[in-house]
């Protein structure tokens, strides 16, 4: 073991951007400007981690002095959590609990790989910094008080009040987290139910749900209209989200393999889904239209590829597409946003076509139904969704339909073909 262990200088630990291993079970985690020391090791067939505090507060020479004694713990036959949640006392316990910068570090870093996206990841750590850090971040987390809480939720309560609830959860789970890591009591002062819910009032008073901007349904054919004379990889791409009433992020992921074109069928992941379930979304005649122009590009796993090497279009490209044609929050032409397509398409299903209510609903990849209704309802309705999608595309193409553009008048895209130039960013169809 001496030979493995103190590989590391102070010089490496104060400089370190990744988790790294001194040996022994010692590792340095860092997370910003946050840096935890923890002992790692396993016990009854689990792998544990304990935190030996966060440095510059506790030196590397330091946190080799605690991991030795935790493996001399190991050594007994004794769990070092175990042993400190049993002999830690109140007056010592400062000395290992870390900041709450350092354990919302601690925790981020744990699940991070349980989010969806590397985004959710980086939507935790910006609304953290903003705005718990600058109340809690150098605060001991077993100092964390009910004040602290609503010192900082307060002023945004009433006017962000979407962002606090989230700020608010946030905190609630690092909090949670601390008291399992034997950091704070178990007594949670951001806990909502029982607790804050006392103290503030309820989201639902004080937020006005703000719908996203949507087109009319009776606007979307001629809309199309305009789109298909656009010759970007965008346009293409905000096409097939209005013809799937997908979601933006669904449309942009979209990746070759997840397409089946014989069977006209494209499967999205549930790793890519909101509601973290599979979801297969059946190409209408105008859909195919789309995906059968496109390029593809060898080695680029990306249905609508961006200027990035392997890597999608980014997620303003839609956006881009509808400001250019003057919509967007403040457009001159109207707000619709492209998520609003897929108000304009559910306006559509309930108005128009004569489908049941769950059928519109499935098609949009919402959950429905009870607890009871959902364990019975197994099938996705895929045979009805591919008629109504069918539909859909048929209903837009006929009320795109002008007397200046009877051209229009087809069912799906006109005719256009779309070529590779040197660079993903040029890719053009027309």
């Known amino acids: 073991m001496a030979r493995n262990i103190h590989r590391l200088t102070d010089r490496q630990v104060k400089n370190a951007t990744q988790p790294i291993g001194d040996g022994g079970n010692l590792w340095l985690y860092p997370e910003g400007q ?26 590397l020479a330091e946190a080799r002095q605690r991991a030795a004694e935790a493996r001399e713990l190991r050594r007994q036959g004794i769990d070092p959590l175990e042993h400190r949640a049993q002999a830690l006392a109140p007056e010592t316990a400062p000395e290992v609990v870390p900041t709450f910068t350092q354990a919302a570090a601690a925790f981020i870093r744990l699940n991070r790989h349980g989010w969806n996206n590397r985004k959710h990841a980086r939507q935790w750590t910006a609304t953290l910094k903003t705005y718990a850090r600058p109340i809690l971040g150098n605060r001991p987390v077993d100092k964390v008080t009910t004040e602290h809480i609503l010192t900082l939720l307060k002023p945004i309560w009433t ?37 804050l819910d006392k103290l503030l009032p309820k989201p639902t008073k004080v937020k006005t749900v703000r719908q996203q901007p949507a087109l009319p349904y009776q ?3 001629a809309f199309l209209v305009e789109l298909r004379r656009l010759t970007s990889v965008s346009a293409r791409a905000l096409e097939l989200l209005i013809l799937t009433a997908c979601r933006t992020g669904e449309v942009l992921g979209a990746q070759w393999t997840e397409i089946d074109l014989p069977a006209r069928v494209w499967t999205i992941p549930a790793a890519r889904m909101k509601g973290n379930r599979e979801h297969r979304v059946p190409f209408s005649d105008a859909a195919m239209a789309v995906i059968e122009t496109l390029p593809r590009i060898v080695n680029h796993p990306y249905v609508f590829p961006g200027a990035k090497h392997g890597q999608p279009l980014s997620n303003m490209a839609l956006l881009q597409v509808m400001r250019g044609l003057g919509y967007g929050i403040g457009g001159t032409r109207g707000d619709a946003v492209p998520h609003g397509f897929r108000s304009s398409f559910r306006d559509w299903a309930g108005e128009v076509s004569s489908f049941p209510n769950h059928v519109c609903e ?28 069918q539909q859909w595309a048929d209903w837009c193409a006929a009320s795109g339909v002008t007397d200046a553009e009877p051209e229009a008048s087809a069912v799906g895209a006109p005719e256009r073909s779309c070529t590779p130039v040197s660079t993903a960013s040029s890719i053009r169809c027309q």
Request: charged share 30%; glycine share 10%.
């Open 219 to 221: 606007d979307v054919g």
């Open 159 to 195: 006017t962000k009040t979407e962002t606090a609830k989230r700020v608010q959860g946030r905190i609630e789970n690092i909090l949670d987290f601390a008291a399992a890591r034997q950091w704070r009591d178990p007594a949670n002062p951001a806990r909502w139910r029982g607790h």
């Open 362 to 389: 499935m098609a949009l990849a919402h959950v429905i139904g009870n607890k009871a209704e959902k364990a019975y309802r197994r099938g996705d309705l895929f045979d009805k969704r591919r008629a109504m999608m």
């Open 34 to 59: 946050a840096r935890l020391w923890v002992f790692r090791y396993s016990s009854a067939g689990k792998q544990r981690e304990m935190g030996l505090g966060g440095y510059p507060a506790v030196t």
